[in-house]
Nanobody
Framework: QVQLVESGGGLVQAGGSLRLSCAAS????????MEWFRQAPGKEREFVAR????????YYADSVKGRFTISRDNHKNTLYLQMNTLKPEDTARYYC??????????WGQGTQVTVSS
């Protein structure tokens, strides 16, 4: 299995930036893809961005395209989400997700991002 620990959340003004990190440990050699999701109060969890662990191919939700950048450091087993030009509607708890080939899916505990207007 894999353990995921997010960090980097906080309170920021609209237009500001934050960088989230997700440290993975355990069976990291089996990671196929990692993703960021977010969930605002009263709303369903939604997809934000995806990256393949080996090839680094990325995919974004339309709502964050051009503002957020997902990346990973394979040596550090860490996933990142650089968030620029933040908007109040980006306020949510952000979760790291890992899919391991032939093993299953794992989630972190989340980190809160609050964007004030």
């Amino acid at each position: 299995q894999v353990q995921l620990v997010e960090s980097g959340g906080g309170l920021v003004q609209a237009g500001g930036s934050l960088r989230l990190s997700c440290a993975a440990s355990g069976r990291t050699f089996s990671i196929y893809v990692m993703e960021w999701f977010r969930q605002a109060p009263g709303k369903e969890r939604e997809f934000v961005a995806r990256i393949t662990w080996s090839g680094g191919n990325t995919y974004y939700a339309d709502s964050v395209k051009g503002r957020f950048t997902i990346s990973r450091d394979n040596h550090k087993n860490t996933l990142y989400l650089q968030m620029n030009t933040l908007k109040p509607e980006d306020t949510a708890r952000y979760y790291c997700h890992a899919n391991l080939l032939g093993v299953g899916d794992y989630w972190g505990q989340g980190t809160q991002v609050t964007v004030s207007s």
